[in-house]
Each structure stands twice: as C-alpha cells, then as structure tokens.
C-alpha cells in the first residue's frame, strides 16, 4: 500500500508509504500536514490521533524499540516525537 504524492518543491512525485510501529500494533500514514496514528488489535483499527506539522510530512520512521518516530516534513525539516505520550520532542 503506498500513497503517491506530488512533492510541492520539485515536482516530482514520491511514494508516502504507510510506516509500522516495530511490534506491529501501530500504523502511521501520511495525511498532508499531519501524521495520522492507527492502533491495531484484535478488535480492529482505532485512530490513536496526528502529530501535526507546520508543513507537508514526507517521511516517517520509528527508533528500534519504537518509542520515538522521526518525522521529515517541509522542504528540510524534521521533528522528534516520544510516540507513546504522543509529545514532540524537538525539532531538528
């Protein structure tokens, strides 16, 4: 499953693939200025929220032990989150 978005600096299009939480129970997708969290069960899929940004989120990816995802969004920007409180950290 991968989104196909038109990256408004170059032009070109990117893929926007969905990222998984390293124990497989979360599911991040893009959605414009936001990161949209999905929760995984065995009762289904709830929303767990966004990470909103100030701009366009191209990329995300979780830290190992999938306690802290990295979000690239903008022209060169990227935000630190502690996942599990759904906080950000800092920017980089």
Request: charged content about 20%.
């Amino acid at each position: 499953m991968q989104h196909v978005q038109r990256n408004q600096y170059s032009g070109f299009k990117m893929n926007i693939a969905p990222c998984w939480s390293p124990d497989g129970t979360n599911l991040i997708t893009r959605w414009n200025k936001g990161a949209e969290c999905s929760q995984i069960s065995d009762e289904g899929i709830t929303q767990a929220g966004s990470l909103d940004h100030k701009d366009d989120v191209w990329d995300f990816s979780f830290s190992p032990d999938g306690a802290q995802l990295l979000v690239g969004y903008g022209r060169d920007n990227a935000s630190l989150w502690d996942f599990q409180n759904r906080s950000q950290i800092k920017d980089i």
